[in-house]
């Protein structure tokens, strides 16, 4: 068991300490920001419980919560996009974290076939011009 | 208006199309992470809600929707930490955005006085080390 519970913490134990007590919403999740280790990038935002982010740790492979199939998500178990965790950071109030990975498999995470999820960029009109490569 | 009502899209329109229809959850949000636009760094993890997002392209600097306050948030407005937005991108299901900005002001975004709100790492057993330096 590596989180702490926040009850009884101060905001400063939350906010500078040095224990993991990450704050989940009503549903029993938080947002995960996955980049690339290497170059940095926003591969993809998904969700963890605190069982995914605990098997996260305990793995070093990303877990997440699938919130359309409600269930525990080892990302690449079928697809073999495994994705290795290099680091785990997490924010001033623990209600976010980010996670450094190296993708496994064919390097990739979304499932529309691009490296990444965030291949489109919007103009200020509402355009979305999509600047990367398929895999 | 930049952004496009989802009513009546097909699948295939919100994931691959060339229009900004974004999926805000029911209590009207979506996440936003706003990263360096230099450096590529995640510098924060905030929320949207139309407006905000609407605001952000119109005007070129990031605005939230402040869940605690409960009020749109003009980043940096009381702060001066205004973040210059140099390009604003959408992932495959459009309910989150990644918005890369220029920090202005002393450059930082974390009210707890880092220059990005994941100033500390987790290791395994939930111990967690800040490894950035005060601004």
Known sequence: MSLTDRTGLTKSDIETGDRL???????????????????????????MNAEALEK?????????????????????ATSGQVQIVKELRIDCDQDAVVLRVRPQGDGGCCHVGFRTCFFRKADKDGTLTTDQERL
């Not at 704050?23 to 999740?29: E, H, R």
């Not at 996260?56 to 690449?76: D, M, P, V």
């Open 21 to 47: 007590a990450p704050k989940f919403d009503a549903d029993g999740l938080l947002p995960a920001v996955t980049t690339d280790a290497d170059t940095g990038e926003v591969l993809m935002v998904a969700y």
């Open 56 to 76: 996260t740790l305990e793995t070093g492979e990303a877990h997440y919560w699938s919130r359309s199939r409600g269930e525990l998500w080892h990302k690449g």
